[in-house]
């Protein structure tokens, strides 16, 4: 299964222009299907309410998966598991269902699950989840909300994927400023954003690492002098690869030692890598994150890394973070990229640009993942 964002087609096969009439924030690839989410409302003139599912292969819509009449808000981000897509983001109510913050919807049709009790989850009033996670029976939110169903949860919430009742873990006031990303990796849950205290825990510094057996939180090394330039400078996404993190955002130290937008980091300890020395790194934070096992891809609103020319996207090297200028983008996406994963032998590029490389590209582009040529889609 990858996972990458899509922008827009104007051709009969594929993806090259004017598909998505707004942005789109998350796309899920699988069995040869693109389940895509964002602000859009219309694909190819087309309603789809900030959902939709198109066939890889033609560009076309699936006519099955109806969602002419889906969510009345933005979605933000959204899980595959079996046949079930976990989706949160900002609507109340989902083809007339109200659905408050997170649905559970069939990949086959678009039905909603309605055993997955939603309607009084999130206050939509005033409150957001941004980011889902999936690990066993659960899934794992974090945003800007301080209850679900009625208890108290401070930005993160243990959610059954069954039937969405809360689970124990997360008990009290949790974070104290926003947490931004997560990812999960086996029994562990790691947590990044601008916080500093988790419930009664204070001196965290923008990382947070959970073990997801007992739902506890870690603080043998991970409680104090981390990112410590936190509330206004801090990650905005990680992303684990093998025994090490990955992080980017607007930060530009890390435990004392510059690290310009980007870091990496023991799993285990939270010691950094210092052979993955980015030196300048970038002037504006990266936004997200993808790999491949051996390279390490960058998107988001920067225009050099390191004092060579990479608009918008870069290629670094996982082990010391160098640059591949084999993968050409001095003349990349004009403007910010926000999300990016890889599929096959091709890097899947979604945010705000209308071009790349001076081709129109509304949002989209699929290019190669070895020198950032253009593909047909």
């Known amino acids: 299964m990858n996972h990458f964002y899509i922008g827009r087609p104007s051709h009969s096969v594929g993806f090259i222009a004017g598909s998505f009439n ?44 109806n969602v002419s009449t889906g969510f009345n808000g933005p979605v933000l981000d959204a899980v595959l598991d079996g046949g079930y897509l976990y989706i949160v983001g900002g609507f109340e109510s989902y083809k007339g269902t109200t659905r408050n913050g997170i649905a559970k919807v069939s990949t086959t049709d678009a039905s909603v699950d309605s055993g997955f009790n939603s309607a009084t989850a ?30 108290s949860r401070g930005g993160i919430a243990q959610i059954s994927k069954t039937d969405a009742s809360l689970g124990s873990y997360f008990s009290g006031t949790g974070f104290n400023m926003s947490a931004d990303c997560l990812t999960v990796d086996g029994t562990d849950l790691y947590v990044a954003g601008a916080f500093d205290t ?22 043998d090394g991970w409680d104090t002098g981390l990112f410590t330039e936190i509330p206004t400078r801090y990650p905005y996404s990680i992303l684990c690869v093998g025994n090490y993190l990955y992080l980017v955002g607007n930060f530009t130290t890390y435990k004392g030692t510059t690290r310009n937008g980007i870091v990496k980091v023991s799993k285990s300890t939270a010691a950094m890598d210092a052979t993955f020395d980015p030196a300048t790194g970038f002037a504006s934070g990266p936004l997200a994150l993808a790999s491949d096992g051996t390279d390490l891809y960058a998107g988001g609103g920067f225009t050099s ?9 870069a290629k670094l090297s996982l082990s010391d973070a160098s640059i591949d200028e084999s993968f050409t983008t001095a003349t990349g996406a004009n403007s910010t990229v926000r999300t990016l994963a890889l599929g096959g032998s091709s890097l899947f590029i979604g ?4 071009t790349f490389k001076g081709a129109v590209r509304n949002r989209m582009t699929r290019v190669s993942s070895s020198d950032a040529t253009n593909n047909s889609y």
Do not use: C, H, Q
């Open 22 to 65: 707004e942005s789109v924030r998350k796309v899920i690839v699988d069995d040869g299907y693109a389940y895509v989410f964002g602000f859009f409302t219309t694909y190819r003139g087309i309603d789809a309410k900030y959902m939709a599912k198109i066939s890889i292969a033609t560009g076309n819509l699936d006519s099955t998966f």
């Open 122 to 151: 999130f206050n939509r009033g005033s409150e957001l989840p941004d980011r889902i996670a999936i690990s066993g029976s659960y899934l794992y939110v974090i945003g800007s909300f301080f209850t679900y169903k009625g208890t």
């Open 198 to 219: 988790y419930t009664n825990t204070s001196g965290l510094t923008g990382l947070a690492k959970f073990d997801l057996t007992s739902g506890s939180l870690v603080t």
């Open 305 to 313: 890394y390191n004092g060579t020319s990479a608009v918008r996207v």
């Open 351 to 354: 945010g705000d640009f209308t």
